[in-house]
Nanobody, 112 residues
Framework: QVQLVESGGGLVQPGGSLRLTCQVS?????LGWYRQAPGKQRELVAS???????DYADSVKGRFTISRDDAKNTVYLEMNSLKPEDTAVYYC?????????WGQGTQVTVSA
């Protein structure tokens, strides 16, 4: 059974930083971070493939960085210069050829 366990969320002031971690129970080519704010659809924040390609939502470019450690089956999301509009539940997603798996989510709240 595949498991994805996120950690690192919390409450932070505007301008602050957080680092999210997602531990995956097996290796996947595609690893990504998504977020869902109240009343909004889940959206892609950043993604990484095993060939080194990354992709970012325009709203986080230059502030967030996705990285991965394939030896540990772990993906990270470094979030800097956080804004109140970054407040959401952040989900880790792993995708293989046919199946997609999601973590349980971790809350990020940016507020003074």
């Amino acid at each position: 059974q595949v498991q994805l366990v996120e950690s690192g969320g919390g409450l932070v002031q505007p301008g602050g930083s957080l680092r999210l971690t997602c531990q995956v129970s097996k290796k996947f080519d595609f690893l990504g971070w998504y977020r869902q704010a109240p009343g909004k659809q889940r959206e892609l924040v950043a993604s990484s493939t095993s060939d080194g390609s990354t992709d970012y939502a325009d709203s986080v470019k230059g502030r967030f960085t996705i990285s991965r450690d394939d030896a540990k089956n772990t993906v990270y999301l470094e979030m800097n210069s956080l804004k109140p509009e970054d407040t959401a539940v952040y989900y880790c997603r792993a995708a293989g050829t046919f199946l997609v798996y999601w973590g349980q989510g971790t809350q990020v709240t940016v507020s003074a």
